[in-house]
């Protein structure tokens, strides 16, 4: 059984510029969630997809966007890249249910300059 | 809207003795998942334990327990025989369902580290 795996494991950009980050789900899993990790803080729910679609959202803009596969895989794109978009962004799959546990990948470690 | 409180931001323990990590949360959702993660500083996030908002017994998964006080909405994580390994953050987090969508919010972690 394959785990999550996300890619890139780094990226630089520049302010203004725009990023996709990509996420594949472990097997036998129809959800996928983000976070963002900033430095010395929790992870901070981005939003999620079940089954192609959004079935969740925190509290981040518009220019945070995203896409599920049929094969359940998923990219975040971000938009017009800010300085405070540093950070670490971590993917996590699970089942649909509130009780379903939800497994990390190893996380996309995101410089903006 | 969902809260979670972790209030020690960082613990000590000693090498072979247990250990209490505090998680208060705060929901109107009647159904919700608690979870508790380990995060090394190697980055990658650790599921440990699972409690369900309906379940009557409290979660254990080796020496990890949760105590679960509904009534008081605490969550606390319990490691026993703690190890040197076990040295890392720890995240508090609640998955449940708000305004018809999902949602999952995080605790700010607790640092523990264990002394040999």
């Known amino acids: 059984e394959t785990g999550v795996t996300q890619s890139p494991t780094h990226l630089i950009k520049t302010r203004g510029q725009q990023v996709t980050l990509r996420c594949s789900s472990q097997?036998?899993?129809?959800?996928v969630s983000w976070y963002q990790q900033a430095l010395g803080q929790g992870p901070q729910f981005i939003f999620q997809?079940?089954?192609?679609?959004?079935?969740g959202r925190g509290n981040f803009p518009p220019r945070f966007s995203g896409l599920q596969f049929p094969n359940y895989s998923s990219e975040l794109n971000v938009n017009a890249l800010e300085l405070d978009d540093s950070a670490l962004y971590l993917c996590?799959?699970?089942?649909?249910?509130?009780?379903?546990?939800?497994?990390f990948g190893p996380g996309t470690r995101l410089l903006v300059l | 809207a969902q809260k979670i409180t972790q209030t020690q931001p960082g613990m000590f323990v000693q090498e072979k003795e247990a250990v209490t990590l505090d998680c208060t949360y705060d929901?109107?959702?009647?159904?919700?998942?608690l979870f508790w993660y380990k995060q090394p500083s190697s980055g990658e996030m650790i599921f440990l334990i699972y409690?369900?908002?309906?379940?009557?017994q409290n979660a254990t998964e080796g020496r990890y327990s949760l105590n679960f006080q509904k009534a008081r909405k605490s969550a606390n994580l319990v490691i026993s025989a703690s190890q040197l390994g076990d040295s890392a953050m720890y995240f508090c987090?609640?998955?449940?369902?708000?305004?018809?969508?999902?949602?999952?919010?995080f605790g700010i972690g607790t640092k523990l580290q264990v002394i040999p």
């Open positions: 987090a609640m998955r449940g369902f708000s305004g018809g969508y999902q949602k999952v919010t």
């Open positions: 929901t109107s959702d009647p159904s919700y998942g």
């Open positions: 409690q369900g908002s309906y379940d009557q």
């Open positions: 997809y079940y089954r192609e679609e959004e079935n």
């Open positions: 996590a799959s699970s089942g649909a249910g509130v009780g379903e546990t939800q497994y």
């Open positions: 097997s036998g899993h129809n959800t």
